[in-house]
């Protein structure tokens, strides 16, 4: 069975740093896609970042480009999200998400299999 486990939330002020962190179980990812979402209050899911296991190729939504960075450890079975420059913008439940087949990375109906999440709040 596949879990998908996040940690790394907190708070965090305003142009600080946060680290999240998705351990992966239950088979083998090398072929899956995984991906970050968040959805803050009052308002829709929305695609953060993504990574193919695999070849390591990355995907980001234009308003976290430069400031965040997605990226695995083969051994460890996990996938990182290292948020820097955070903005109140930022505050959201963070999602952890894998799929073993995607068409568009930002799509979450995609992903086939979802973590419980993570709260990241920043402070002005």
């Known amino acids: 069975q596949v879990q998908l486990v996040e940690s790394g939330g907190g708070l965090v002020q305003a142009g600080g740093s946060l680290r999240l962190s998705c351990a992966a179980s239950?088979?083998?990812?090398?072929?899956?896609?995984m991906g970050w979402f968040r959805q803050a209050p009052g308002k829709e899911r929305e695609f953060v970042a993504a990574?193919?296991?695999?070849?390591?190729?990355?995907y980001y939504t234009d308003s976290v480009k430069g400031r965040f960075t997605i990226s695995r450890d083969n051994a460890k079975n996990t996938v990182y999200l290292q948020m820097n420059s955070l903005k109140p913008e930022d505050t959201a439940v963070y999602y952890c998400?894998?799929?073993?087949?995607?068409?568009?990375?930002?799509?979450?109906?995609?992903?086939?299999?979802w973590g419980q999440g993570t709260q990241v709040t920043v402070s002005s």
């Open positions: 990574i193919r296991w695999s070849y390591g190729s990355t």
């Open positions: 239950g088979r083998t990812f090398s072929s899956y896609i």
């Open positions: 998400a894998a799929s073993y087949s995607v068409y568009d990375v930002v799509h979450g109906y995609e992903y086939h299999y």
